[in-house]
């Protein structure tokens, strides 16, 4: 049975942290933007600095359009969160080609973790240097061939949330409207259905570990 947001032995607590910004700050009162709904910060309260965010983009097509693609992806991150006065300290894009090239798989047929860039963002989450990631756009190959909520629920596991533009906040997979929201938008099973792992056990890590790093087909 499911327990919600609960986890167990080692997964029970997120890895520790040098000092006190561990969920950032909102000491910037919100901005909003019109027709967005700001979502509660809950988490970002107890903070004696700003939230500290990782910016991840992904780019596919040609190498002309790369860093326009960057930029767009960039400017609308920086409006998510300057909504609670966080800044972005570290940047991770990756891009490459739509198609096959050379037998070689584009990367949205790709583990997310199989990016350079991706893999660049794990690193630095396990080294705790930031509180939470922010993308600029979520499509259904934002994070390649691996599923939204697996990578929600290894972010969850260290303590750290994703954000997206749609909510202007972090995205929550135990909350129902965004849930469905994330089904609408980008067409991905509800969290604990069909091929969705539960986000909890005592094995969940290793188990995300090894989704994060899998071929599609395997």
């Keep these: 049975m499911t327990e ?10 997120p890895a520790a942290r040098g000092d006190s910004r561990h ?10 933007q019109p027709n967005q709904t700001l979502r509660p910060t809950a988490g970002l309260e107890d903070s004696d600095g700003p ?7 992904r780019s596919y ?6 860093p326009a693609r960057r930029s767009q992806q960039l400017a609308a991150a920086r409006d998510v969160v300057r909504s609670v006065g966080g800044q972005i300290v570290a940047e991770f894009f990756d891009s490459g080609p739509a198609a096959w090239v050379r037998g070689e798989p584009p990367l949205y047929r790709l583990p997310w973790g199989k990016g350079p860039q991706a893999r660049a963002l ?22 390649g061939a691996t599923h939204l909520w697996e990578v929600v629920a290894f972010l969850d596991h260290y303590g750290k ?14 909350d129902e409207v965004d849930a469905l929201l ?34 599609r087909d395997e």
């Design 122 to 143: 794990i690193e630095a989450l396990r080294r705790d240097e930031f509180d939470a990631v922010v993308v600029g756009v979520l499509d259904g190959r934002t994070f």
């Design 51 to 57: 939230t500290r965010f990782a910016f991840y983009g």
């Design 161 to 174: 949330r994703l954000w997206i533009p749609d909510i202007n906040g972090p995205l929550d997979p135990t």
């Design 182 to 215: 994330m089904r609408i938008l980008i067409g991905i099973p509800l969290p604990g259905t069909g091929r969705e792992r539960p986000l909890s056990g005592p094995a969940r890590l290793a188990d995300l570990e090894r989704l994060l790093r899998r071929d």
């Design 4 to 13: 919600q947001r609960n986890r167990t032995d080692s997964l029970n607590q």
């Design 23 to 32: 969920h950032g700050a909102c000491d910037t009162a919100p901005t909003g």
């Design 61 to 66: 097509g040609s190498p002309a359009f790369v």
